[in-house]
């Protein structure tokens, strides 16, 4: 049964602590998104990626994240340093994109940092 | 500024009744919407609409894209308790360089009580 994994489920760290999540999305699927979830904003794409390409992380705060794709089966977001108000759950997500057709996108369980 | 709008915020219905959720979106290169149900962990996927007026259908769940009206619909029919959950549209467009994205939504959260 294939699945987007994601680690850690759960963390908690100290403010300005760095924190790196890790992805292994669904394999054959050629688009990644990170996306963070909050009660107040609901879910925001941060990053995506396509063929391991970043196409677009204007949702990202460019001081503190980063987010890269190594190979293939490896995306990671990285904080540094994090800060309380980064507290949310973070899902990557996958699918298969092409140029002009583009279909269902897949979450991970999401990991779910607290900064305290 | 692309825009995907969904009403109400939150339900509370009795077991058995039937509800009707919407999503109304304003989104360049629409290429597709779709639905996604959240518990406590991630979205799973519910629907993809990419056709005006063709109800897609999964159980009790079913869901129709007026592409004309720019809006969604997902009907839930003799609800239980299980089907307690946010339920969540997203629009998927086109943007630069052929990617294609998400917008999500804030939402509905759906309770049902027996």
């Known amino acids: 049964d294939a699945r987007v994994t994601q680690t850690p489920r759960h963390k908690v760290t100290e403010m300005g602590q760095e924190v790196t999540m890790r992805c292994q999305p669904i394999l054959g699927h050629n688009t990644v998104f990170w996306y963070r979830q909050t009660m107040m904003q609901g879910l925001e794409l941060l990053a995506y990626?396509?063929?391991?390409?970043?196409?677009?992380d204007s949702g990202m705060p460019k001081d503190r994240f980063s987010a890269e794709m190594p190979d293939a089966t490896l995306a990671t977001l990285k904080i540094q340093p994090s800060e309380p108000r980064d507290s949310a759950v973070y899902f990557c997500?996958?699918?298969?994109?092409?140029?002009?057709?583009?279909?269902?996108?897949?979450f991970g369980e999401g990991s779910w940092l607290t900064v305290v | 500024e692309d825009k995907v709008v969904q009403s109400p915020l939150s339900l509370v219905v009795h077991e058995g009744d039937t509800v009707t959720l919407n999503c109304s979106y304003e989104?360049?290169?629409?290429?597709?919407l779709l639905w996604y149900k959240q518990e406590k962990k991630a979205p799973t996927f519910l629907f993809m609409l990419?056709?005006?007026?063709i109800e897609k259908k999964s159980g009790r769940l079913s869901s129709i894209l007026d592409k004309k009206e720019l809006f969604s619909i997902l009907n839930i029919t003799a609800t239980q308790t299980g089907d307690s959950a946010i339920y969540l549209c997203a629009v998927g467009k086109f943007s630069g360089a052929g990617s294609y994205q998400l917008t999500f939504g804030k939402g509905t959260k759906l309770s049902v009580i027996p």
């Open positions: 989104v360049t290169n629409f290429r597709s």
């Open positions: 990626f396509r063929n391991r390409a970043p196409l677009d």
């Open positions: 997500a996958s699918g298969f994109t092409t140029g002009s057709s583009g279909n269902t996108i897949y």
């Open positions: 990419t056709s005006s007026g």
